[in-house]
């Protein structure tokens, strides 16, 4: 799997895995952050997510221009760990007021944009090597995965630190506990003896809550200061990543030097006029005043920031480069509404986590909800995967076997000690789509491969048409699993009675084929990007991809809007008629796509 690739790679892998370490640490406890801290709802609370969310990508479009100006790609991905450092930092931090909250936000998010799309920039030109060239669909998977080996622990990490700091004050963790604190302290909760018996139900000591008003104050201040000591271990992270790219940014290419020495002979194709930029304020202009006509001003700020990059673009490259480009745009207008709903899994779905899904498990099911047992777990699948593998080596097969036994021995030994009846958090399954990824991605590839080698495997674009379909039956998984449950404008502030929740099987099989879509589509669409991109539009495409992502994310808040306002069932189906008709209209162009990359 890792045979033949540049050493560069691996520098670029470790580095990336820290930063989403960090990063996913913050984004597993986030939205639930907000409104634990500040009392916001669903809707609020979403919206403020929303735009975190897209400016983490947006602004990857200002690190792609500076970048590409610069051509100091090592250089503005270094400073962009530092700036995200000293965000995560601030968010350490606890009692900031809802506005420097955002700010410290705001600050990781511009660390973000240059780290990010220049990341995926530097490895792109690792393979523009033709050495290595046919390697790039691979390198881009392996790329991802590192992604995910960070983002795996990262909700564990988060819920550990959380529940020790509740623990170590006396109580236990209640999801749904926050929300009905601000009730009580807002002073329009009609009926307090739920309450009360929740209060009462997280005392260590077991005694009673007493004064619910002063219960109320503390819990809140608890629960929320552990979420700001779950952001100092996204800071620790960052300062790993730090490090890996101090010490081994050599083996990564140096686009400045190539640059420099080389003879391009294009200098016509040097952007040049206002033509470009007027059209493309214009166009950007009339975007946002649309969009602003039906939802608000902010919001048509976002689509116009897109519309202008897009016209800008497209007038501002050479007749040769035109096709590509254009094929680029058409592309990132599908990738809006993939991330539209794949990105519900920090949102929406972590309300339907939350308040919808059981919480306690069985023994068997508790195997997943905790660390050490789903290491068990992993190591014994992992035994398995090299004992029946392709591989004939007599030490794999030992040490496959030695993980079986080892692994499977420890699953059992906590399947046996754990209690009938067991506690899980809402944002441990955050780390179920990294797990799937991390095991998925070298079946996907090697099922890819195998196709290549019989002739039969799909075009890049064909790849990412399929990932649309498989994304939305991601959704009709957990519609079905929500037909007959009560919606959250049926409970007027109440808690989510037991009858209405639902076994987590339904989110994890859920979670499990939005990452097959995912596999299909994102790392697929990065290779697109570096393959089809011309040479001086590197750090602008791949900031393009990630602007397109960042406008998706934008549009999280149409689950938020929607959660109180219709049935869940009704809400899923909106993001499976988005991921369907965006993968008809890909397939409907997919001939020009597939032109442009060979």
């Known amino acids: 799997m890792l045979k033949g ?155 550990g630190v959380r529940n020790w700091w509740l623990e170590k004050n006396g109580f236990l963790h209640d999801g749904s506990l926050p929300a009905q604190c601000h009730q009580f302290l807002k002073g329009t909760m009609t009926d307090t003896s739920k309450f009360a018996e929740l209060a009462n139900s997280v005392k260590i000591d077991g005694t009673t809550a007493g004064d619910l008003t002063a219960f109320a104050n503390q819990y809140l201040e608890i629960f929320s200061r552990g979420y700001n000591y779950a952001f100092g271990i996204a800071a620790g992270a960052m300062l790993v990543s730090l490090l890996v790219y101090i010490f081994f940014n050599s083996y990564l290419p140096n686009k400045e030097k190539q640059i420099s020495t080389a003879k391009t002979g294009n200098e016509s194709a040097k952007p040049s006029g206002l033509i470009p930029v007027v059209a493309a304020l214009v166009v950007g202009g009339m975007v946002a005043f649309l969009i602003s006509l039906v939802k608000d001003f902010t919001t048509g700020l976002a689509f116009g920031l897109f519309g202008s990059f897009v016209t800008w673009i497209l007038l501002a490259s050479t007749k040769e480069e035109k096709p590509k480009v254009s094929a680029l745009v058409l592309v990132f207008f599908v990738v809006v509404f993939f991330w539209m709903s794949f990105h519900q899994n920090g949102l929406t779905l972590t309300f339907f986590a939350r308040d919808y899904t059981v919480k306690e498990v069985g023994s068997f099911t508790n195997l997943f909800f905790t660390l050490p047992s789903i290491l068990s777990v992993i190591a014994a699948l992992g035994g398995l995967f090299l004992l029946f593998g392709k591989s004939n080596r007599m030490m794999n097969r030992i040490t496959g076997a030695a993980m079986v036994l080892v692994g499977g021995g420890f699953a059992y030994y906590f399947t046996t000690t754990f209690s009938a009846s067991n506690a899980i958090a809402p944002e441990v399954f955050q780390s179920f789509n990294p797990l799937f990824i991390v095991f998925l991605t070298p079946l996907v590839m090697g099922a890819f491969a195998y196709m290549n080698k019989i002739g039969k495997e799909p075009s890049t674009p064909r790849k990412i048409g399929i990932g649309m379909i498989i994304a939305a039956i991601g959704f009709l998984v957990v519609l079905v699993g929500s037909i007959g449950l009560i919606s959250p404008h049926e409970l007027n502030g109440q808690p989510v009675p037991d009858s209405s929740r639902v076994t987590p099987y339904w989110l994890i099989s859920s979670y499990l084929t939005l990452t097959i879509a995912e596999l299909f589509l994102s790392p697929m669409g990065l290779s697109f990007v570096s393959k089809v991109a011309p040479q001086r539009f590197q750090g602008l495409m791949q900031g393009g991809w990630l602007l397109a992502t960042a406008v998706g994310n934008k549009l999280l808040f149409v689950g938020s809007t929607f959660w109180g306002k219709i049935e869940l069932w009704q809400l899923w189906a909106i993001f499976i008629a988005v991921c369907i008709l965006s993968a008809i209209f890909i397939f409907s162009i997919m001939r020009r796509l597939e032109r442009v990359t060979k």
């Open 5 to 159: 690739h540049p050493k560069g790679l691996f520098v670029a892998f470790f580095a990336n895995m820290g930063e989403r370490f960090g990063f996913y640490t913050m984004m597993a406890i986030l939205v639930l952050f907000l409104q634990a801290k500040f009392g916001l709802t669903e809707d609020e609370a979403g919206d403020y997510y929303s735009w975190f969310y897209f400016g983490i990508y947006a602004l990857a479009l200002v690190g792609g221009i500076l970048a590409d100006a610069t051509r100091k790609y090592k250089l503005v991905i270094f400073l962009g760990i530092i700036i995200m450092f000293a965000g995560y930092a601030a968010l350490f931090m606890p009692g900031l007021s809802l506005t420097l909250t955002l700010i410290a936000l705001f600050t990781i998010a511009f660390g973000n944009g240059l780290f990010k799309g220049n990341l995926q920039a530097v490895v792109g030109q690792l393979y523009d090597d033709p050495k290595y060239s046919k390697l790039r669909d691979s390198a881009f998977m392996l790329f991802y995965m590192g992604i995910n080996v960070g983002a795996f622990f990262a909700p564990f990490a988060a819920t």
